[in-house]
T-cell receptor
């Protein structure tokens, strides 16, 4: 079983729409959680950390559900520039290693 | 701005060749990582290093080795390239002192082994 699993999508949404997607992680001892963003043919970059209480960064909201072992990302008022692959990332052993999901692709159309 | 550079964007090698992939970061980061990225599998950790001359195996180290002789440079070596090592290789670095979970990636090397 993969450590981090994501719906690959693609999620095709019009500009201005809200889109949300989850990822699940298999190890209940996982310590820290993140969303990275990867644009087409580019390298991944940290989008935001995910805190137990949930957190927002502008139009992006991340939630963590430890009981069900999933994290979510919600994008409000989607922009064309939000088109990317969103990688769910988990730190399992409280070291500096990260486990990456395969990514969820979001395409925002005009 | 953190900058991570990789020696080649595209590389084509023959089966059995020894292949060197170089990664250099300019932010004095302690931690460096090598991943490969394949469709549907995501990024998989090959090797990582927390300090000069130190290395640890990641999840898929078979067929690879690494070298870290200087803090800013982390090299990935394919001792005898095989076709199943055709992939996108990404190097990353992070700082233990500030945010160890924010990894900064290089642009990647797309390696094709024929």
């Amino acid at each position: 079983r993969k450590e981090v699993e994501q719906d690959p999508g693609p999620f095709n949404v019009p500009e201005g729409a809200t889109v949300a997607f989850n990822c699940t992680y298999s190890n209940s001892a996982s310590q820290s959680f993140f969303w990275y963003r990867q644009d087409c043919r580019k390298e991944p970059k940290l989008l935001m950390s995910v805190y137990s209480s949930g957190n927002e960064d502008g139009r992006f909201t991340a939630q963590l559900n430890r009981a069900s072992q999933y994290i979510s990302l919600l994008i409000r008022d989607s922009k064309l520039s939000d088109s990317a692959t969103y990688l769910c990332v988990v730190n399992i052993r409280n070291d500096y290693k990260l486990s990456f999901g395969a990514g969820t692709t979001v395409t925002v159309r005009a | 701005d953190v900058k991570v550079t990789q020696s080649s964007r595209y590389l084509v090698k023959r089966t059995g060749e020894k292949v060197f992939l170089e990664c250099v970061q300019d932010m004095d980061h302690e931690n460096m990582f090598w991943y490969r990225q394949d469709p549907g599998l995501g990024l998989r950790l090959i090797y990582f290093s927390y300090d000069v001359k130190m290395k640890e195996k990641g999840d898929i180290p078979e067929g690879y080795s690494v070298s870290r002789e200087k803090k800013e440079r982390f090299s990935l070596i394919l001792e005898s390239a095989s076709t199943n090592q055709t992939s996108m290789y990404l190097c990353a670095s992070s700082s233990s002192r500030t945010d160890p979970y924010e990894q900064y990636f290089g642009p990647g090397t797309r390696l094709t082994v024929t």
